[in-house]
C-alpha cells in the first residue's frame, strides 16, 4: 500500500518562504527508476505541475513559474522536499507531492510534471500566501 503524506503548509506574508515535505513509504520500484513530483491547484483552477525530481541521478524539472525560487530534493529515507521561497500570492494553493515508475529514464520526469503520469497522490497540504 502507497502511502504519501505532505505537511509543512500554512500562511505566511508575500516573500516568505517554506518548506514542504512529503513522507512516502510502502512501495518499491527496485530495480526501476522513479519520478517524485510537486503538483499544485488553486480553487477553480486545473492541477498544475510544480517540479520533478529523478531519483536515479538527482536531476530536476521546474514549471517556469517557479524556477529561481522553488527547490525540489529527497532524502535517503525517500522523503521528498520542496522549499519554496520569495512566495507570491499567486503561489497560494493546495500542494500535493506524487509519486510513478520512470518508464524509460530521466525523460519521464524532465518532461514536466504531467498528471496523468502519477499513479500515486498524497492529500495535500496548504499553503496561503498573503499580499
Known amino acids: 500500500q502507497v502511502h504519501l503524506g505532505e505537511s509543512g503548509g500554512g500562511s505566511v506574508q508575500a516573500g516568505g518562504s517554506l518548506t514542504l515535505s512529503c513522507a512516502a513509504s510502502?512501495?518499491?520500484?527496485?530495480?526501476?527508476?522513479?519520478?517524485m513530483a510537486w503538483f499544485r491547484q488553486a480553487p477553480g483552477k486545473e492541477r498544475e505541475g510544480v517540479a520533478t525530481i529523478y531519483n536515479e541521478d538527482g536531476s530536476k524539472y521546474y514549471a517556469n513559474s517557479v524556477k529561481g525560487r522553488f527547490t525540489i530534493s529527497q532524502d535517503n529515507a525517500n522523503t521528498l522536499y520542496l522549499r519554496m521561497n520569495r512566495l507570491k500570492s499567486e503561489d497560494s494553493a493546495m500542494y500535493y507531492c506524487?509519486?510513478?515508475?520512470?518508464?524509460?529514464?530521466?525523460?519521464?520526469?524532465?518532461?514536466?510534471?504531467?498528471?496523468?503520469?502519477?499513479?500515486?497522490w498524497g492529500q495535500g497540504t496548504q499553503v496561503t500566501v498573503s499580499p
Open positions: 506524487a509519486v510513478n515508475r520512470a518508464y524509460g529514464g530521466s525523460a519521464y520526469c524532465s518532461r514536466g510534471a504531467v498528471e496523468s503520469d502519477y499513479s500515486f
Open positions: 510502502g512501495y518499491s520500484y527496485s530495480p526501476y527508476s522513479y519520478c
